[in-house]
């Protein structure tokens, strides 16, 4: 459908939360315990606040998922439309009070259930991973130019494999394979394998004692973003047990165990990816 936005305005939205509202407590806030034992800070909440207002003016149509609103205000969100803004304000919140540059701004556009477009930006980094409109997929690093980014198709040298920043014991290979590690936070290693600094990233969160089939990895707001810039760059986040796409479209907000990368290179390290037509054509949003 025509868009009656440009991911310029969200880009501009995102960068300016990143540089003027985040980077203004970086390493000079305290945090508190959520419910549920995560960390949250005035900088998750003001940004929170700052992206849902900009995103009211520039979409006033498209209802706001964030990671800093009640359960109650974003399961109504996605329950009145087909199409969902989901923002988290701080990916890595621990990184961000850790001094760790990992941390991310993450919006993404959830229509029918596929990540469509997204931005997240690194504040931290001077680093942007977007979508725009002409449909593909971009890297940006402080003023440089923007440069189209692709995912790994096939495996051109040594396995390079995207792990998260505090997992003490990765596994030793992948499907036999043995591979680099690259670390990042969250929706990071999504960006890192959208933009080929790694070919892929598994993750089947190793949650105690829950089966790994029952795991929810991570939130929506986690990774919808990044999910978009890898869709864009030839790739797709996949169910590490069903094979099946990632799609976002039940209650639980939340993504069972994944792994991300492009179909051919998936099964070229022996992954069961499920990608015919029926499983990577979005549905045609409604008018």
């Keep these: 459908m025509a ?104 919006v993404g556009l959830i229509e029918n259930g596929v990540p469509v ?60 394979h043995p591979y680099e590690q690259v670390r990042g936070v969250g929706g990071e290693q999504v960006c890192f394998t959208a933009a080929g600094k790694v070919h892929l990233f598994p993750y089947d969160g190793r949650h105690g004692d829950t089966p790994p089939e029952e795991r929810l990895v991570y939130a929506w707001w986690d990774v919808a973003a990044a999910h978009a810039v890898l869709k864009r760059a030839g790739g797709d986040m996949y169910g590490l047990f069903d094979g099946q796409p990632i799609r976002y479209n039940d209650d639980s907000l939340a993504v069972r165990p994944l792994v991300a990368g492009t179909p051919t290179l998936l099964k070229q390290l022996g992954f069961n990816i499920n990608d015919g037509p029926t499983a990577t054509n979005a549905p045609t949003a409604e008018q």
């Design 117 to 176: 477009h997204g931005v997240a930006y690194f504040p931290a980094q001077q680093r942007a991973y977007f979508t725009w409109d002409d449909g593909k997929a971009y890297m940006q690093h402080g003023f440089e130019d923007a440069e189209q980014i692709q995912a790994h198709r096939h495996l051109d040298g040594p396995l390079r494999v995207a792990v998260p920043w505090k997992r003490n014991k990765p596994p030793e290979t992948i499907n036999g």
């Design 3 to 106: 868009e009656n936005f440009s991911m310029g305005q969200i880009l501009d939205l995102v960068t300016d939360v990143g540089d003027n509202i985040v980077m203004k407590y970086f390493q000079k806030v305290d945090s508190i315990d959520k419910d549920d034992g995560s960390p949250v800070t005035i900088a998750d909440k003001e940004a929170s606040a700052a992206i849902i207002k900009g995103l009211g003016i520039i979409t006033p149509d498209i209802p706001v998922v964030s990671e800093e609103q009640s359960m109650e205000k974003n399961l109504a969100a996605i329950r009145s439309s087909n199409r969902a803004w989901v923002t988290d304000p701080i990916d890595g919140t621990r990184s961000f009070l850790d001094g760790y540059d990992g941390f991310g701004v993450h």
